[in-house]
């Protein structure tokens, strides 16, 4: 008997181990993320000195931000199988609003961007309640709502922008100040990321999203509220988005109606390339994270190597193709391995 | 009926009714009934607001301006019975209009060479992204074709960059304009397409296959339907409307540009939505499917004789598509319920 | 305070067309383990998923302690103390060990709700100790063998602390080691006052471990004995309600020449050196434990999941087969195991599901021919006796064992020599399962190959000419309808002693 | 009975066509009463008030906001109903559409700034067989598709006195950048081809023009654009960006990087979104010419060619407070041009950026 046991223990730590290098081979995206940004990197410093500088970084990082925040909540809409299309709408209601009430009654910069954050949540949560308590597909639900709000912005605006004279410096400067010498979006971001990674990775709530995208059966099995938790990332994404529209605004002192149209494509695409899979319950802020300064890059160094701007699409294009063709192969050959492991 | 217990349905007789009966309740509770009703209502809301639109000319000719996109309508409407989706097909017209002129333009083609080259980049672009999404079924058809959306229109720019391409023979540009006595041709063509959408889907094998597939893709396969092969046809013919898409569009302006068309495969999805296609499945007939393009066609054109702000129409549109796909979700009275 | 930890009386529960369970009684004590047996579909699914709050029943009351219990979620069934590994894993596949052990009772940290991982690993890590297995609790769970994944199911049931445990099928997928092993586990929990329920097929392990029997039939309650009070043999009687021999009707079938034979196929990670015929007119059983891979080599015959390895002839000729519809054409015809899902297209009407196969053969260069589809539909649906109104009622209203006649009835309709059935009888009711039969039956008298996949041991006796045992990816042994019994069957799908170690990597 | 089911489905459809065509035939025939006989349209004396209508190239634009609002102005004198028009993308599709309906609902004039040259061409013919007059302003329509165009100012001279700006701020001395929108009207290269004639006199010798680029009127593209401008050339002294977008993009990223008085900013402009850049300095001064002025134009042209002008060459319209242009040649067709562009500078910003 004891023979036995020891045996069984044997072939069980060998097959930790393989396990161990299996768990090493799915982290590989996120390596393989990182050497393709490295070698991108000291191909475009080679070709445009100017790069890295510290300054070029710091442009590119503050520009990335405002991407970075809308991602990581996509990516929970994503990972419970869902997708929302109509953030980018969102960014312009919130964002036109907000600068309507700033021009007129000056509001604290921390009150705006909380109103900002509200109408986001508001849109967000109906979003989630069409998706969750109606059953409308996510695809079709948030198209809708993306026409209904980008119309309403046009309604509300009449036509006119608000620009930057309009605007008080305080609100302003919610895009061009610094804490410790960093731009505030990068430092609202970094706060957004340790705030998400620490939701997601050390909460009841955070694993339950996982959960629901993972399997929703057995989620319902396991007691968990599916409609609770769908209205809530799409709530979640949606104040994001709500917050994005301010910054967005006071980055770019002016507010027009037609803010961030077909954003959301581009924050879909960071998705995609940060390994989020859109049949859901895989995805990681690291992934992510990596993902929009990916295309933050490109969308950086594009401009800098000179690169025609008409062939600029045509490469992100192509870029988000092989990145998600990549990782089909790359997990097929996981799974293959998997298979090959196991007895017959 | 469905309570039928397990003994009682012992005891029926061995001998199975093979001709349908007619329920007149059934057939008043079909989805295209709720649709002609909007229609009608369409019809009588813009005429009691406009004194223009119920004019016969301006009623028929009024097609043309919201048709060219609805041919892209039909084959959306099989991929979404399918459980697939397309939105690359407004690059789709976008490439393969920019590459018709440049075949014509630049290298000096016949017109008629170039509109066959049209089609032929079209049925390309649907074959990429059927191939795509068969040989990578981890990858659902939204990513392969947001990635396709992306790279067919960059693709358009790298050829044309921000020019726009013309000087169309005078024939190939009355096209989208001309009428048959009062019909344009347009409708023409779109009633000819309409025609052999319904029967493909409807009176042949081929189309109950896409039925089949779009209520269980396993046991479809499962019972020898080749799911591969109808899923990359079915994504080839929306890459074709959507070149029928480009030809139209082209003609009535008389040039193209790489940036044409962008949105059109949301306000596609959004007809084919209306028209009662599920968005799940295997539900879904044409004939909904053209009512709804005539409904949104004609309360865009309504809408627009009192000049409705376009930002209205957004609002408007994004409403009746909500309360279209929520409408039956709801619990309906029981009385109204079908089987 | 009761004597019994739980009692359930009088439980009935509907399902659209179908009565899952009628009138059913159980009643279970403080440290017992309870074998609940019966055939599939008798009910013993629902009857778990009643107990753990995924359904609630149409009548009947259950009750916790002597109390009265309702739960309306698996929540309220989890916080009472009950837990249940079903029968198919379901688990999440995405996330880690840790995770699927502790999802729906994570450790928080009392003030700020902080996920305690570290506490959680650790436990996770001494909880499959205690399982005798060192699987890392941070490796994600699809990659872990269902065996394991097994493991980890038990042990997230016990790190719930739960006083009622339900096993449901646990060692379908096990070796005989790895069932000795939870055998044991399930022991020391029984010592430590848990309760457990125990589904099974196999009789070894209700004598190895139940006190207390209960059996269900056709959605209803037989009695409940004590394992030592009731003979097998009328055990037996009870959950199949009449002598096996009676059930199946001994035709005797001509056997001609061999019209479908495979050679050495394999498939990496499934199943390696198959080889067998099928004869003309023949009845071949091909049986094994669940997870043995007898589905995965019907479906690489029948084109569904190709094989990497070895050869198929049809008639003597070689053949490739790379998806269905090739099967079909060589004149293969599958009917899946999972008829719901693989099979039939509930939302479709009884004459269409018939036809979906073979709609080239009666339609005309591509278009539909209605009436000639309802005529075949309807002669082939009389054909196998299927009980409705009309071609055209929904598959969706009909029972279980009429579905199945309906997925029966799509197989004739195509140029079909050999049929491979999957688990025929799967969740049908008893009177259907002698019609199914007796098409089974029918078809080979009429000259068609026959393939038989089935768990059911009586079954496979009841109607093979020549029975295949699969165990671990390979055939065991195979042995003539004269040879078999139940005892010889499984001791070679079981095997007495490991032949073979689950956890080497094999070169295929 | 599967047969009946669609016939009576087909029954139900023919009645409903049945219905909408015989109101049909009805309809007009009670509208043209006070009209005769359908077909010349602009009628603007006979039976109700004349249409006008304006088209811009989007909604939610202040530029074409401003735009209407001087056209709404010039009819308001002149007397007549004005319909406002936008399509929600800037897209020519959009435009024909629009321009369909106005042929439906016989307006008498329409005035549009196209989205494309030439894509506009079949309706805008189809508007004039229809006896509309056409008259396209600031962005231009070819002259087949048009009667006149209204130009904001003369082509020439906005890229001439763009250059003739950025010399002056920078000492004539260093490189400079041009940051466009994609034009895809084709004013914007037009512009540019004038700014580089302009760079061949001597007194420019010393400056060079390194980069054309491209920010296509997007927020956040115009911004990372101007920022590789900035690192690409870091000697770069000066940029011109002749588009509303581009330049205050481009001087929000001069202001927050406080490069006040490195690198100069001029173009063109609208004064409220440009304030702040010109009270910081950023760009000395800017230009553009008075929206509310080219569509007052635009209205009293709209007037005087339902009126019976032709735009012919030679003729002169009356533009009301404005006084009288001539009609001169503009390529193959025909414009009247407004004055030089504006010039916008720290002494007058702050009367014009709450106008437009």
Redesign the interface.
């Known amino acids: 008997m004891n023979e036995?046991?020891i045996q069984?223990?044997d072939?069980?730590?060998?097959?930790?181990l393989s396990?161990?290098l299996?768990?090493n081979i799915?982290k590989f995206r996120e390596l393989g993320l990182i050497v393709f940004i490295v070698i991108l990197c000291a191909f475009i410093q080679w070709r445009?000195s100017?790069?890295l500088?510290i300054?070029?970084i710091n442009?590119m990082i503050t520009?990335a931000a405002i991407l970075s925040i809308l991602a990581v909540g996509m990516m929970l809409v994503l990972v419970t199988r869902g997708?929302d299309l109509s953030i980018g709408a969102i960014i312009a209601l919130s964002g036109m609003i907000c600068a309507q009430l700033v021009s007129q009654f000056s509001l604290n910069p921390l009150l705006i961007i909380l109103i900002g954050i509200v109408i986001g949540i508001v849109c967000g949560v109906l979003n989630g309640v069409?998706i969750a308590k109606?059953?409308?597909?996510p695809?079709?639900?948030t198209?809708?709502?993306?026409?209904?709000f980008?119309?309403?912005?046009?309604?509300i605006?009449?036509?006119?922008?608000v620009?930057?004279?309009?605007m008080t410096d305080s609100f302003l400067s919610i895009a061009?100040g610094k804490v410790f010498g960093i731009n505030n979006l990068i430092v609202i971001a970094i706060v957004i990321y340790i705030i998400f990674y620490?939701v997601i990775?050390?909460?009841?709530i955070?694993?339950q999203i996982?959960?629901v995208?993972?399997?929703p059966?057995?989620?319902?099995?396991?007691?968990?509220n599916e409609n609770k938790i769908l209205i809530l990332v799409y709530s979640t994404l949606g104040g994001l988005s709500g917050l994005a529209g301010v910054l967005?605004v006071s980055?770019?002192?002016?507010a027009?109606?037609?803010?961030a149209?077909g954003y959301e494509?581009t924050v879909?695409?960071v998705c995609?390339l940060g390994g989020v899979s859109?049949?859901g319950?895989?995805g990681k802020v690291s992934g992510v994270l990596l993902g929009a300064l990916l295309l933050g890059i490109l969308?950086?160094a594009l401009?800098?190597l000179?690169v025609?701007?008409?062939?600029?699409?045509?490469?992100?294009?192509?870029i988000?193709?092989i990145a998600?063709?990549l990782n089909?192969l790359v997990?097929?050959s996981v799974d293959?391995n998997?298979?090959?492991?196991?007895?017959? | 009926m469905n309570n039928k217990s397990l003994a009682e349905e012992n005891y029926l007789p061995n001998n199975l009714a093979n001709k349908k009966e007619f329920s007149l309740k059934s057939f008043f509770l079909q989805w295209e009934w709720l649709l002609i009703l909007i229609l009608f209502l369409v019809f009588i809301i813009n005429s009691i607001l406009s004194p223009y639109f119920l004019d016969a000319n301006s009623l028929l000719g009024a097609t043309s301006t919201f048709l060219d996109k609805a041919f892209i309508v039909f084959p959306m409407a099989l991929i979404m019975i399918m459980r697939d989706?397309d939105i690359s097909v407004g690059s789709t017209v976008a490439l393969s209009g920019v590459v018709m002129a440049t075949v014509y333009n630049s290298f000096g083609f016949p017109m008629e060479i170039a509109i066959l080259v049209c089609l032929a980049v079209g049925a390309l672009c649907g074959l990429i992204n059927g191939l795509?999404i068969v040989k990578?079924k981890?990858?659902?058809a939204?990513?392969?074709t947001?990635?396709?959306?992306?790279?067919?229109?960059?693709?358009a720019?790298?050829i044309l960059?921000?020019q726009a391409s013309g000087n169309f023979p005078d024939w190939f540009n009355y096209f989208g304009w001309g009428t048959a006595g009062n019909i344009p041709f347009i409708l023409i063509a779109f009633i000819i397409v309409a025609i052999v959408f319904t029967l493909l889907l409807h009176k042949t094998t081929f189309g109950r296959n896409v039925y089949a597939i779009g209520s269980n893709p396993t046991a479809s396969r499962f019972s020898g339907v080749s799911v591969d092969k109808i899923r990359v046809i079915v994504f080839v013919l929306a890459g074709v409307m959507a070149a029928v898409t480009a030809i139209f569009l082209a003609s009535r302006m008389g040039s193209t540009r790489?940036n044409v068309a962008s949105g059109y495969e949301?306000e596609v999805?959004?007809m084919a939505?209306l028209g009662g296609i599920s968005?799940?499945g295997g539900k879904g007939r044409m004939l909904g499917t053209i009512l709804a393009v005539f409904i949104i066609g004609f309360l865009q054109y309504g809408l627009g004789l009192i000049n409705i702000?376009s930002?209205?129409?957004?609002?408007i549109?994004?409403?009746l598509?909500?309360l279209a796909?929520?409408t039956p979700?709801?619990k309906l009275p029981k009385f109204l319920l079908r089987k | 305070m009761s004597e019994y930890v739980l009692e359930l009386k009088g439980i009935t529960k509907e399902f659209p067309g179908v009565k899952a369970l009628d009138n059913v009684h159980f009643k279970l004590k403080k440290g017992e383990i309870h074998a609940l047996m019966g055939e599939n579909g008798a009910g013993k699914s629902t009857f778990i998923k009643i107990i753990?709050g995924?359904h609630s029943p149409n009548k009947g009351e259950m009750y916790l302690y002597g109390e009265k219990v309702e739960f309306n979620?698996?929540?309220?069934a989890?916080v009472k103390g009950i837990a249940a590994i079903?029968q198919h894993v379901?688990?999440?596949?995405?996330?880690t060990v840790t995770?699927n052990i502790f999802?729906?009772h994570?450790k928080?940290s009392p003030i700020t709700?902080?996920?305690l991982?570290k506490e959680m690993h650790y436990e996770a890590r001494s909880l499959l100790r205690q399982l005798?297995?060192?699987?890392?609790p941070?490796?994600?769970m699809g990659?872990l063998?269902v065996a394991q994944q097994q493991i980890v199911e038990i042990a997230k049931a016990i790190s719930t602390k739960a006083k009622i445990i339900i096993m449901d099928e646990p060692t379908a997928a096990l070796t005989a080691?790895e069932s000795e092993e939870l055998y044991k586990i399930a022991e020391k929990l029984r010592d430590d006052g848990v309760s457990i329920i125990f589904i099974s097929h196999r009789f070894e392990d209700m004598y190895r471990l139940a006190t207390q029997v209960t059996v269900l039939r056709d959605a209803k309650y037989m009695g409940s004995w004590g394992v030592d009070e009731i003979s097998n043999e009328q055990l037996i009687v009870q959950m199949v309600g009449r002598e096996i021999s009676q059930v199946f009707p001994n035709k005797h079938n001509e056997i001609k020449e061999s019209i479908l034979e495979i050679k050495n196929l394999?498939k990496?990670?499934?199943?390696?050196d198959i080889s067998f015929n099928v004869r003309k007119g023949e009845i071949v059983g091909l049986t094994g434990l669940v997870g043995a891979?007898r589905t995965e080599v019907c479906q690489a015959i029948c084109g569904i999941a190709p094989a990497d390895k070895g050869e198929i002839f049809i008639k003597g000729k070689k053949v490739k087969i790379k998806k269905p519809k090739d099967a079909m054409n060589f004149g293969i015809g599958y009917l899946p195991e999972d008829r719901q899902l693989q099979g039939l297209i509930l939302s479709w009407d009884i004459g269409r599901n018939i036809t979906l196969p073979s709609m080239k053969k009666y339609s005309q260069k591509g278009w539909l021919n209605p009436k000639r589809e309802a005529t075949v539909a309807k002669e082939l649906a009389e054909k196998v006796s299927v009980k409705a109104n009309s071609i055209f009622d929904l598959v969706s209203s009909l029972s279980g064992g009429n579905q199945q006649k309906v997925s029966v009835a799509k197989l004739l309709t195509a140029d079909v020599e050999v049929i491979i059935l999957d688990e025929p009888t799967k969740g049908v009711d008893v009177g259907a399962k002698s019609a199914i039969y007796e098409i089974i039956n029918d078809l080979a008298a009429q000259g068609y190959g026959v393939l038989l996949v089935s768990s059911e041991m009586p079954e496979i006796l009841g109607l093979s000419d020549r029975i295949i045992v699969m165990k671990?990816?390979?055939i065991a042994t195979t042995l003539s309808k004269e040879e078999a019994t139940q005892e010889r069957i499984l001791e070679a799908a079981m095997g007495s002693e490991p032949t073979?170690?689950?956890?080497?990597?094999?070169e295929? | 009975m599967g047969k009946f089911k669609n016939v009576l489905m087909l029954l139900l459809m023919l009645l409903l066509l049945a219905a909408c065509g015989n109101t049909s035939t009805e309809a007009p025939a009670t509208e043209s009463e006070g009209e005769g006989e359908a077909g010349t349209a602009g009628d603007a004396g006979e039976g109700g008030t004349a249409k006008y209508a304006f088209v811009f190239k989007?909604?939610?634009?202040?530029y074409?906001?401003k735009m209407y609002e001087g056209f709404e102005k010039a009819i308001n004198e002149a007397g007549g109903e004005v319909i406002y028009r936008s399509p929600?993308?800037p897209t020519a599709e959009g435009q024909i559409q629009i321009i369909e309906q106005l042929i439906t609902q016989k307006v008498s004039a329409i005035a549009i700034a196209g989205n494309d040259n030439d894509a506009l061409e079949p309706v805008l013919k189809k508007a004039m067989e229809n006896g509309i007059k056409v008259l396209s302003v600031d962005s231009a329509v070819n002259s087949n598709s048009r009667m006149l165009h209204v130009n904001q100012a003369n082509p020439e001279r906005i890229g001439r006195v763009q250059i003739q700006a950025i010399g002056e701020m920078i000492n004539y001395e260093g490189q400079i950048a041009i940051l466009s929108a994609?034009s895809q009207a084709t004013n914007q290269n037009l512009w540019i081809e004038w700014m580089q004639e302009e760079l061949k006199d001597p007194k420019y010798a010393n400056m060079e023009l390194v980069?054309v680029?491209?920010g296509?009127d997007l927020?956040?593209?115009s911004?990372?654009?101007t920022?590789?401008?900035l690192?690409?050339y870091?000697d770069l002294k000066g940029i011109i960006a002749p588009t509303t977008v581009g330049i205050?993009?481009a001087g929000?990223v001069l202001t927050?990087k406080g490069l006040a008085g490195e690198v100069a900013l001029t173009g063109l402009g609208?004064p409220?979104?440009m304030?702040?850049?010109i009270?910081n300095g950023v760009s000395p001064w800017m230009y553009l010419w008075n929206p509310i002025d080219v569509g007052y134009a635009a209205g009293y042209a709209s007037v005087e060619l339902v009126n019976g002008k032709t735009g012919a060459l030679g003729e002169t319209f009356e533009i009301g407070e404005l006084g009288s242009f001539e009609v001169v040649e503009d390529g193959d067709g025909t414009q009247i041009m407004l004055g030089d562009p504006f010039k916008f500078d720290s002494s007058n910003i702050s009367e014009w950026?709450d106008v437009y």
């Not at chain 1, 990775?201 to 009841?204: I, S």
């Not at chain 1, 998997?338 to 017959?344: D, E, P, Q, S, T």
């Not at chain 2, 930002?311 to 609002?315: F, K, V, Y």
């Not at chain 4, 989007?58 to 202040?62: L, W």
């Open positions: 036995h046991v069984q223990t072939n069980i730590e060998k097959h930790t396990n161990k299996l768990a799915s445009n100017s790069f500088t300054e070029n442009d520009n997708i069409l109606i059953g409308i597909l695809i079709i639900a198209l809708a709502l993306m026409n209904v980008r119309g309403l912005t046009y309604r605006s009449n036509g006119e922008w620009s930057s004279y309009q061009t620490y990775n050390h909460t009841v955070g694993r996982y959960a995208g993972s399997n059966e057995s989620a319902k099995v396991s007691g968990i967005w980055k770019f002192a002016s027009q109606g037609d803010t149209t494509l879909i695409a995609i859109i049949a319950g895989a969308q950086n401009p800098l000179n025609s701007p008409f062939w600029q699409t045509g490469i992100q294009g192509a988000i193709l998600v063709i089909t997990k097929r293959r998997n298979l090959v492991r196991r007895k017959i | 989706i795509l990578f981890e990858l659902s939204v990513i392969v947001l990635g396709t959306m992306i790279l067919f229109r960059g693709i720019y790298i960059e921000d790489p949301l999805i959004t939505a968005t799940v702000p930002q209205t129409l957004l609002i549109i994004g409403a598509l909500i796909v929520a979700k709801l | 753990t995924v979620n698996p929540k309220d989890q079903y379901t688990n999440f596949p995405d996330l995770e999802m729906g994570e928080v709700r902080r996920l991982w005798g297995s060192t699987i890392d941070k490796v994600e990659s063998s080691r394999g990496i990670g499934y199943f390696a891979g671990e990816g390979r073979n170690n689950r956890e080497v990597v094999v295929v | 989007n909604t939610g634009n202040p074409g906001e929600d993308q994609t980069k680029a491209y296509d927020r956040d593209k911004v990372s654009e920022e590789a401008l690192k690409s870091p205050a993009a929000k927050d609208l409220s979104e304030a702040s850049y009270e950026k």
